[in-house]
C-alpha cells in the first residue's frame, strides 16, 4: 500500500527520489534551506529508475555552451564528491574514467555538424578534439574506418563514473539532514488560487505543501498533468547489452557513437557494454520493460562486429530496458517554475543526458528556491516559458 509521512503538512514535496529527487533535497539542504522536506518515491528499490538502469557515464560534447558547462560541473562534483560533501570520511573518493565519448560521422553533413559543436565546447573549456578516420585508426586500430569522415573525441573529464554510489550517498546525507523520504504515490493535486495546495497519496493522506518540485522522470508528464499542466515529457525505450570478447581490445574502448545511432563503451575486464534503440521511438508505457530479445542477433551483433571487427566473437551476458524522460520539444531540460502555478517547479525532460547534468541541475533549482535567484550558472534559458512561447532551445547531441 505504501507509507504515510509523519506530517500532514510539507514546505516542499519532492515527487520522485531517484537522482534527482535526491539531488534537489540535497543542495537544499547544503544552501539552508529552512523548511521540511518531503520526498515522495513510487519504488524505494529504483531497481526500474532512469538512474539505474542508465550506461553511468559523463561528456562535455554537446551542442550547447551552457550544456557543456552543466556537465562541467557535474565532473568537477563527482570527483570532489567527498569535498563538496564535509570531508565526511565515509562518502567515496570517486573518480572519472576518461576513455572519452568518441562520436563517428560517416557524412560530410555530420562531419560539418560534428566540427560546429567541437568549436561550441573548446569555446566553453572542453578538451574536444576532431579526428580524420586515420586518426581514429591509429588511436584505435580495432575500427573499421572506411565509412568514416570524421571523428570528435574528448577524454578529459568524460567517461564512466560510479551513478549509483553517487546517487546514494545524494540520498543518504539529505536524509540525515532530515528530509523525509517515503515510499507512495503522488495521485492528485489541489490547485487552487495559483498555487499547489497539497497532493494527495495512493494511501488517501493530503499534504498540504508550500511548493512542489516534479522529479518524476519518465512519468513526469503525468506528474504535470495531476495540476493540470501539459509537459511533453514521455518514456521511451533504451536497450542496453553487457557482452564478452574472445579477444578483448588491447586498449580502453571510448563510449563509441555509430552512425547507425548503436552506442558501445569499455566495461572492464574484457566485457563491454552496448546500448541505442531501433525503429520508430514512441512512447511507451510506465511498466513497459519488455526486452525484444531478437535485437541483438538481427542488429545489435552484426553493427558491432561491423564497426570492430574483433566482436565477430562475443558473448552475449546480460540485457536490459530502460526508460528516457525523452523532452519531445527539443530534447532539453525543463528546470524551474512554472508561471501560472507559481510554487510548482520542474526538474525534468533531460532525455537521456540527466545524470550527468543532475548536481549542476540540483544546485540551480536550490538556488533558486533560496535566494529567488541563480547564483552560479544562469539556467533560466531551460524554464517552461519556452515551451509556451514556442521557442525550443533545441540540443542536438543526443544519444
Known amino acids: 500500500m505504501g507509507a504515510a509521512p509523519e506530517r500532514d503538512s510539507y514546505d516542499v514535496v519532492i515527487v520522485g527520489g531517484a537522482i534527482m529527487g535526491s539531488v534537489a533535497a540535497w543542495f537544499l539542504t547544503d544552501l539552508g534551506f529552512d523548511g521540511r522536506i518531503l520526498v515522495v518515491e513510487r519504488d524505494m528499490s529504483f531497481e526500474r529508475s532512469a538512474t539505474a538502469t542508465s550506461t553511468s557515464c559523463i561528456r562535455q560534447q554537446f551542442s550547447s555552451e551552457l550544456n557543456v558547462k552543466i556537465s562541467q560541473f557535474g565532473a568537477d562534483f563527482i570527483t570532489n564528491m567527498r569535498a563538496y560533501m564535509g570531508g565526511d570520511a565515509r562518502v ?3 573518480g572519472i574514467r576518461s576513455f572519452g565519448y568518441l562520436y563517428l560521422a560517416d557524412t560530410q553533413a555530420f562531419a560539418d555538424d560534428l566540427s560546429a559543436r567541437a568549436a561550441v565546447q573548446v569555446a566553453a573549456g572542453a578538451a574536444t578534439r576532431l579526428l580524420t578516420a586515420d586518426q581514429v585508426q591509429r588511436l584505435y586500430p580495432f575500427y573499421a574506418v572506411d565509412d568514416i569522415v570524421l571523428g570528435s573525441i574528448n577524454t578529459r573529464g568524460e567517461g564512466y563514473f560510479d551513478s549509483m554510489a553517487l546517487f546514494e550517498w545524494l540520498r543518504r546525507q539529505a536524509q540525515e539532514r532530515g528530509v523525509a523520504y ?23 493522506e493530503r499534504i498540504a505543501c508550500g511548493h512542489v518540485i516534479n522529479a518524476a522522470g519518465p512519468r513526469a508528464g503525468h506528474v504535470a498533468g495531476l495540476a493540470g499542466i501539459n509537459l511533453p515529457v514521455e518514456p521511451r525505450k533504451r536497450y542496453s547489452w553487457v557482452f564478452k570478447a574472445e579477444q578483448p581490445l588491447d586498449r580502453d574502448l571510448p563510449l563509441t557513437i555509430d552512425p547507425s545511432g548503436l552506442h558501445v563503451r569499455e566495461n572492464g575486464g574484457g566485457t563491454y557494454q552496448a546500448g541505442g534503440h531501433f525503429g520508430d521511438d514512441l512512447a511507451v508505457a510506465f511498466d513497459d520493460f519488455a526486452m525484444d530479445h531478437d535485437l ?50 520542474f526538474i525534468n525532460g533531460f532525455s537521456g543526458h540527466g545524470l550527468q547534468q543532475a548536481p549542476a541541475m540540483g544546485r540551480g533549482l536550490a538556488e533558486w528556491m533560496c535566494f529567488g535567484s541563480y547564483q552560479t550558472l544562469d539556467l533560466s534559458e531551460f524554464h517552461f516559458d519556452r515551451l509556451l512561447s514556442g521557442a525550443p532551445q533545441v540540443e542536438k547531441a543526443v544519444i
Open 296 to 345: 541483438w542477433e538481427a542488429e545489435v551483433w552484426p553493427l558491432l562486429a561491423a564497426r570492430i571487427p574483433q566482436f565477430e566473437t562475443i558473448k552475449l551476458a546480460h540485457s536490459w530496458v530502460g526508460h528516457y524522460e525523452m523532452n519531445t520539444f527539443d530534447h532539453n531540460a525543463v528546470l524551474g517554475p512554472h508561471p501560472q502555478v507559481s510554487n510548482y517547479l
Open 182 to 204: 517515503v515510499e507512495n504515490e503522488v495521485v492528485g493535486m489541489d490547485v487552487s488560487a495559483g498555487c499547489v495546495q497539497s497532493v494527495t497519496l495512493a494511501t488517501g
Open 92 to 94: 567515496p573518493q570517486l
